[in-house]
């Protein structure tokens, strides 16, 4: 990973903490630093580094959208606004979904989970319906990236909650926050429920940016994406 990665990375968190603080100042506060994600564009600067890497894969720049017309029909809702779209003249050719979580880890990672797999389902029935005009064609690909926060909170070691009927998958036995992040975004790729998944993990306190998996890094994410521009092209 490069050195302008790692920066644009590592401020995400920096960027959310100084939204925070303003808004608190001014009055407004939410719980699990909520407003640091409502209120700054944490992920603009990441959203142009990767809009710039697929210029340069040949998508011109008018059709990347990464700040505005985002939404695009859901089967089961009327609409679904992503972070940033890519099309081909009239053809999608991906659809992006930006996560992060810094803070109530165990909510966030459920909500995370939850988001992640309504969203694929509704998406993938959309296709299937031919809501994106893609009949005969290429359908679009659908990618999914999370940023998770490394610090002491997000790696002890947590045991799943006392359950009467069924024990736990025995993989989230005796493991972090972090490691749930890990098997969460693995078994999104393994089961193709997302075409490409880009996990990072990033120590904002020692500055320090990890990728946990190879098959879940960024140039293997950049790498499926751009086979999809290819198939395009």
């Known amino acids: 990973m490069n050195k302008e990665l790692k920066e644009i990375l ?16 001014r009055g407004g506060y939410d719980i699990g630093r909520r407003s ?22 040949g998508v011109a720049s008018e059709s990347i959208f990464w700040n505005e017309k985002l939404n695009i029909p859901g089967w089961f809702r009327a ?10 003249q009239e053809d999608m050719i991906a659809a ?15 909500n995370r989970v939850e988001e992640a ?44 909650r006392e359950m009467v009927h069924f024990p736990a998958d025995k993989e989230f036995m005796d493991t972090s926050y972090l490691d749930r992040c890990r098997i969460f975004c693995d078994r999104l790729l393994q089961e193709r429920v997302y075409d490409a998944v880009w996990l990072v993990y990033v120590d904002v306190e020692h500055e320090d940016v990890e990728e946990p998996l190879a098959s879940l890094s960024y140039e293997q994410f950049m790498h499926r994406i751009k086979s999809q521009v290819e198939l395009f092209r």
């Open 96 to 110: 992006i979904e930006f996560k992060s979580i810094g803070s109530s880890y165990g909510n966030n990672i459920n």
């Open 36 to 57: 640091a994600v409502t209120a700054g564009k944490h992920f603009d600067p990441l959203s142009e580094y990767i809009s710039k890497e697929l210029q340069t894969y």
């Open 117 to 160: 797999l309504g969203s694929a389902y509704d998406t993938h029935h959309a296709v299937k319906y031919n809501l994106y005009r893609s009949e005969g064609k290429i359908p679009p690909m659908f990618a999914y990236l999370l940023v998770a926060r490394k610090e002491s909170a997000s790696t002890r070691i947590v045991r799943p």
């Open 10 to 25: 590592l401020d995400i968190f920096r960027r959310e903490e100084k939204a925070a603080q303003v808004q608190e100042s």
């Open 79 to 88: 609409s679904k606004q992503w972070d940033m779209l890519a099309f081909h």
